[in-house]
């Protein structure tokens, strides 16, 4: 078993995808099917399960996902200790929610380029599986719109925190109400974001206990489809207050005069406990922390 080959299976484990998984290594596919059946002949066991043009782990990739992400951060936790490497290249691989992708990261990393010039960054949305590729290493860092994750192997820590509002276009029939209530929202529209937080259920859950029936409610990967939607006045959203400023400021969206209990939520940076911080990670999370400050005032 060479390091190579971990490097290759872990890549392979994150895409679910040989193709994708060669062109990111820059390896002809054949190399790298030849490296999963090497590792897969030195176990005894198949690592993947292929089920036409798709694949997924087996259980024993599971459980060597858990530890070759171990043995990856060991070497490169080595070579800078031993051989003074400086980290100076690489990449860093990132789940982040869109919202936070567009208005919270570009800064950090505008200042992390100028540091780092040869490092690279992997950055994607958010989804179901992140607590897992902390665990297995194929994600070094990700961000939440939540107030906690409940994962004890799990470090969360909270940048700050940001209002959510309820807003929707000039001239829809909620923005001429004097005050809103969630009663208000029956029989309309309502767009969320499909994978961007945690406050969509939060939100969700608070229609059910009112028993609210909206007319409908839509589900988007994109923000800024979300926020062109509203403004046709197709209905309304919640949605964090740095993703619609400048459509606030501009008139082309309005916030709506939701007088129930005010809602927010946290901004969580999350890392695995045992994720050894190399000094580029160090540096990128610092970056983040210094622009979350300015962005989203004092922690409580």
């Avoid at 400048?246 to 309005?254: C, D, K, S």
Wanted: charged share 20%; proline share 4%.
């Amino acid at each position: 078993m060479e390091l190579r080959q971990l490097k290759t299976f872990m890549t392979v484990a994150r895409f679910l995808n040989f193709n994708r998984a060669a062109q990111a290594l820059n390896y002809a596919q054949s190399t790298i099917s030849t490296q999963i059946r090497l590792l897969e002949e030195e176990f005894g066991k198949p690592l993947f399960d292929r089920l036409g043009k798709t694949i997924v782990l087996t259980e024993a990739g599971q459980v060597l996902l858990r530890y070759a992400g171990k043995m990856l951060d060991i070497e490169r936790e080595t070579m800078a200790q031993v051989a003074r490497h400086d980290e100076t290249q690489g990449s860093l691989t990132i789940r982040v929610p869109q919202s936070l992708s567009v208005y919270l990261l570009p800064p950090a990393i505008k200042a992390f380029q100028a540091r780092y010039p040869k490092v690279g960054l992997d950055i994607s949305n958010c989804s179901q599986t992140i607590q897992q590729e902390l665990r297995s290493g194929i994600i070094d860092l990700a961000f939440l719109l939540a107030d906690s994750i409940p994962e004890q192997d799990l470090i969360a820590e909270v940048l700050g925190y940001e209002a959510l509002l309820l807003a929707a276009g000039p001239d829809h029939p909620l923005a001429a109400l004097p005050s809103l209530e969630v009663k208000h929202l029956a029989d309309h529209t309502v767009l969320l974001p499909k994978q961007d937080c945690s406050y969509k259920l939060l939100f969700e859950r608070l229609l059910a206990e009112e028993k609210v029936a909206c007319a409908s409610i839509m589900e988007f990967n994109s923000v800024e489809a979300i926020k062109q939607c509203v403004r046709q006045g197709v209905g309304v959203t919640l949605i964090p207050a740095m993703a619609v400023r400048q459509e606030l400021a501009a008139g082309t969206l309005v916030r709506l005069p939701w007088i129930e209990d005010a809602l927010e939520t946290a901004v969580l940076m999350i890392r695995h406990k045992d994720k050894w911080i190399s000094p580029v990670l160090g540096a990128f999370m610092e970056l983040v922390r210094a622009h979350g400050c300015r962005l989203f005032g004092a922690k409580r």
